[in-house]
């Protein structure tokens, strides 16, 4: 993880756990939980798997939506989340292409997700696991098919926090470019953090 990218998942770390940290309203005394919210989201991501030696660490940002209905005293529920980022990828290793050593890697991605909702406790805390696809292309041909573009699977778990009743922060661990079998791609781990605001 590069120096840049860390710092970064640092203070947004700090600033999301400062802002829960100043909440302490019981969300199920609410007269209702927000159903959507938009936000925008920053951290660090990485190479893993098939490209673990082929890109280095970088910086992910970008905006996030969801759609996540749950009633009061409800504990579960589900819901649908999209994100759209921007990275930049730090330390590019030869690949079969011949891109040199030290190349900046910029990338695009969209990704939708089927969330699995838990409410944890009674002042506004939730947990989630999903699962989806995702696009993604970029400035550079990434293996295993040294292409630009490619489609893939999704995965993703984290938390938010409903800070009052129009706002949220979010932490969440995204893995992006699953190869589902005809469907390769490059895969990337990122962690990232968030601030929304219900809609």
């Given amino acids: ?7 970064s998942l640092v203070l947004c770390t700090a600033l999301a756990t400062a802002l829960a940290a100043t909440a302490h309203q019981d969300v199920y005394a609410d ?23 082929v890109i280095g660490s970088g910086v992910r940002y970008g905006m996030e939506a969801g759609w996540q209905p749950m009633s ?3 504990r579960f529920g589900i819901g649908v989340h999209w994100s759209a980022s921007g990275g930049y990828y730090f330390g590019v290793a030869n690949t079969a292409g011949g891109v040199a050593a030290g190349t900046t890697l910029e990338t ?8 699995l909702r838990a409410a944890v406790g009674t002042r506004g805390w939730f947990a989630h696991v999903g699962a989806g696809a995702g696009m993604y292309r970029s400035n550079l041909a990434l ?14 778990a984290g938390a938010m ?3 009052g009743r129009r706002s949220f922060a979010t932490i969440n661990v995204v893995l992006g470019g699953i ?21």
Avoid at 179 to 199: D, K, Q
């Fill in 108 to 115: 695009f991605s969209t990704e939708l997700t089927l969330r």
């Fill in 72 to 74: 009061i005293g409800q």
């Fill in 1 to 7: 993880m590069g120096r840049h990218s860390l710092r």
């Fill in 161 to 163: 926090y409903l800070i």
């Fill in 31 to 53: 007269a209702a939980i927000p159903d959507s919210f938009l936000g925008i989201i920053i951290g660090s991501t990485t190479g893993v798997g098939n490209t673990s030696g």
């Fill in 143 to 156: 293996p295993p098919r040294e292409a630009r573009s490619y489609i893939g699977g999704a995965a993703e």
């Fill in 179 to 199: 190869s589902t079998g005809a469907l390769e791609a490059p895969n990337t781990v990122s962690v990232v953090v968030g601030a929304s605001l219900a809609l």
